[in-house]
């Protein structure tokens, strides 16, 4: 059976503006998006009147099998991602975690991104890692790719070397994704000509976090048409300072947002656009625009990981959607400023799959199992069960645990 959805009267984003239509949506595609639809035979019809449709979020760097809390460290600076990775397997939070079943892991990481308006993850790792986890998840995995770890001494081996992997990417159209210079050490520094030198930088290429660079590295990373991924939470956490992002941008630099593991890292991506936003005025006195900020969840990162047509609100696409439910003009993008309680309603793949409790008769149309939470008194309808994941968690640690980047049922 291939279920219609009929969004009406919504503020949807497209060609970079805000602007009123209805968006039909039918099995897992977008159908059309005009004014004044008719629904079809069988369309569950919905009015989103005073609300804003964007694409579904794209969080480009996070490590699943890490999403648990609380952070590790933070007061000791460090200058290699090495030393910082050493503190946190030897702390008892690692092994605390080490107690629980991936899947579980897997589970907790999916619905921290869905809660945020996350639809598809960027999930650094190997593929024999992730492969048992695709396709069952809440959000959807970024499943086709070639990587490596990192560049340079301590690189971990991941994948069949840098030069391997990056021709494997040229020949399949993937992207090849590494950590570069995730550090402020020598090696760090010279991570980016060594990289060069392995012929593996390119328009293939996805480097995350390239801290310590200047005018010099980034005009190499625009000529050859890399990406860049910024995760500044983790950066400053880690490191005390974060990659000169407004070189990168005001170079053209296709630079995208991840949040990194939660060892060191955000919360979540709305607390990475916060955090995004306050550390560009404070570093540059200037305003990071909330469209660039747009571009770097949802525009940039399809470029990136070549999700295709960058528009993702496009007929014949996947409808993966975010809708908020904010107190902006309809025609004002505001994503520093998301809130939990702001996320009304995330569709994957056509179905909905998180949002506000309105949507009920949504949820029963498609006739899903949903669980009951609440976000600061703001009811919310979830698919699948992540109050019986943090039981789960407690059983497995004996004691009650609570995480932040879910409601403490």
């Given at each position: ?58 969080n480009s760097h996070d490590h699943l099998l890490a999403s648990y809390l609380p952070k590790v460290g ?152 890399a990406s860049v991924v910024w995760c500044p939470t983790s950066n400053l956490h880690i490191f005390g ?122 949820f029963l149309h498609f006739g899903l199992e949903t669980e009951e939470l609440s976000f600061s008194g ?32």
């Amino acid at each position: 059976m291939t279920y219609s959805i009929l969004f009406q009267s919504g503020s949807v984003h497209r060609n970079g503006k805000l602007e009123t239509n209805d968006l039909l949506v039918e099995g897992e595609k977008i159908s059309r998006i005009e004014t004044n639809l008719s629904p079809n035979n069988g369309s569950f019809t919905i009015s989103l009147k005073g609300k804003k449709v964007y694409p579904g979020f794209v969080n480009s760097h996070d490590h699943l099998l890490a999403s648990y809390l609380p952070k590790v460290g933070g007061n000791e600076k460090h200058k290699s991602w090495l030393s910082y990775d050493n503190l946190y397997k030897s702390s008892g939070v690692f092994a605390e975690r080490q107690q629980i079943d991936p899947e579980i892991l897997y589970y907790l990481g999916a619905y921290k991104n869905l809660f945020a308006g996350v639809t598809t993850v960027f999930d650094h790792i190997p593929h024999y890692i992730q492969n048992p986890f695709r396709g069952i998840l809440p959000v959807k995995l970024i499943s086709d790719y070639t990587l490596a770890h990192s560049i340079g001494n301590y690189s971990l081996g991941w994948g069949e070397g840098p030069a391997l992997e990056y021709r494997m990417a040229e020949h399949a159209g993937l992207p090849f994704v590494t950590h570069l210079a995730e550090g402020l050490d020598d090696d760090s520094k010279q991570s980016l000509r060594l990289l060069e030198k392995m012929d593996a930088l390119g328009g293939h290429s996805v480097l995350v976090h390239c801290l310590p660079f200047g005018p010099k590295e980034v005009e190499k990373i625009l000529e050859k048409g890399a990406s860049v991924v910024w995760c500044p939470t983790s950066n400053l956490h880690i490191f005390g300072k974060t990659t000169n992002i407004k070189l990168f941008l005001d170079m053209g630099v296709n630079v995208c947002l991840g949040t990194d593991y939660s060892p060191s890292g955000a919360v979540n991506l709305l607390e990475e656009l916060k955090t995004a936003k306050s550390i560009y005025f404070g570093l540059y006195g200037e305003e990071l625009p909330e469209t660039t900020l747009l571009k770097m969840v949802t525009e940039n990162p399809r470029k990136a990981f070549r999700l295709g047509n960058p528009d993702a609100l496009m007929p014949g696409l996947s409808a993966d959607l975010l809708i908020i439910n904010d107190d902006k003009k309809a025609t004002e993008v505001n994503l520093s400023d998301l809130s939990f309680q702001q996320i009304d309603l995330v569709v994957v793949d056509g179905y909905p799959i998180y949002g506000s409790e309105e949507y009920r008769s949504l949820f029963l149309h498609f006739g899903l199992e949903t669980e009951e939470l609440s976000f600061s008194g703001k009811k919310k309808l979830v698919a699948g069960s992540p109050k019986k994941l943090l039981k789960q968690v407690s059983d497995s640690v004996g004691y009650k645990k609570s995480l932040a980047f879910l409601p403490n049922f």
